[in-house]
Antibody, heavy 122, light 113 residues
Framework: QLKLQESDPGLVKPSETLSLTCTVSGGSTGSTDYFWGWIRQPPGKGLEWIGSISYSGTTYYNPSLKSRLTISVDTSKNQFSLTLSSVTAADMAVYYC??????????????WGQGTMVIVSS | DIVMTQSPDSLAVSLGERATINCKSGQSVLYSSNNKNYLAWYQQKPGQPPKLLIYWASTRESGVPERFSGSGSGTDFTLTISSLQAEDVALYFCQQYYSTPYTFGQGTKLEMK
């Protein structure tokens, strides 16, 4: 059974860089049938799509974050990662990694990790 | 960006009754080349990640109970729960995946009356 697990970044200081990794088990990030994505949700609020990446490394970014964002995939480790630079309090949220099926489209997600809370504080 | 607007923001329905949640997109999410609406519905329970219920506006995800159905086309969509069960109490989101940035509705909180 496919499982996605986000890393725990702990506390991130304002202006620093957030780094998150999603480890995939029970499936392969190298599969051509799937793509991988990041979505975030501030406490008590709605969902915001951050970006998606294909097995080959093709990326799709939210323009509102694009200047600060890098998403990458490491098929040898069966992981994909997010880095977000110059974080502020506005970046505080639960960050989810998720999988989508190519047959549906790049932007819909059928399997999600449990999420990791990112706190931005000095 | 395509703005997704759900109504109502919250809804209370009795056990066994029908629940209807609406979603309106700021522009059509119907892709003319394949006649598919790039619209998904998710359910989120407290402390859990969202769960995909419906994609292509009306295709039920594997394992999702038949009481959940999606309808609509273009800019107006509906999620219907035909007979509310206790386990359906949750937050529901629509999402367009027609164009980036992929965007979600603000959510509808479904409660038991």
């Amino acid at each position: 059974q496919l499982k996605l697990q986000e890393s725990d970044p702990g506390l991130v200081k304002p202006s620093e860089t957030l780094s998150l990794t999603c480890t995939v088990s029970g499936g392969s990030t190298g599969s051509t049938d799937y793509f991988w994505g990041w979505i975030r949700q501030p406490p008590g609020k709605g969902l915001e799509w951050i970006g998606s990446i294909s097995y080959s490394g093709t990326t799709y970014y939210n323009p509102s974050l694009k200047s600060r964002l890098t998403i990458s995939v490491d098929t040898s480790k069966n992981q994909f990662s997010l880095t977000l630079s110059s974080v502020t309090a506005a970046d505080m949220a639960v960050y989810y990694c998720a999988r989508g099926r190519v047959i549906i489209s790049v932007g819909a997600f059928d399997v999600w990790g449990q999420g990791t809370m990112v706190i931005v504080s000095s | 960006d395509i703005v997704m607007t759900q109504s109502p923001d919250s809804l209370a329905v009795s056990l066994g009754e029908r629940a209807t949640i609406n979603c309106k997109s700021g522009q059509s999410v119907l892709y003319s080349s394949n006649n598919k609406n790039y619209l998904a519905w998710y359910q989120q329970k407290p402390g859990q990640p969202p769960k995909l219920l419906i994609y292509w506006a009306s295709t039920r995800e594997s394992g999702v109970p038949e009481r959940f159905s999606g309808s609509g086309s273009g800019t107006d969509f509906t999620l219907t729960i035909s007979s509310l069960q206790a386990e359906d109490v949750a937050l529901y989101f629509c999402q367009q995946y027609y164009s980036t940035p992929y965007t979600f509705g603000q959510g509808t909180k479904l409660e038991m009356k």
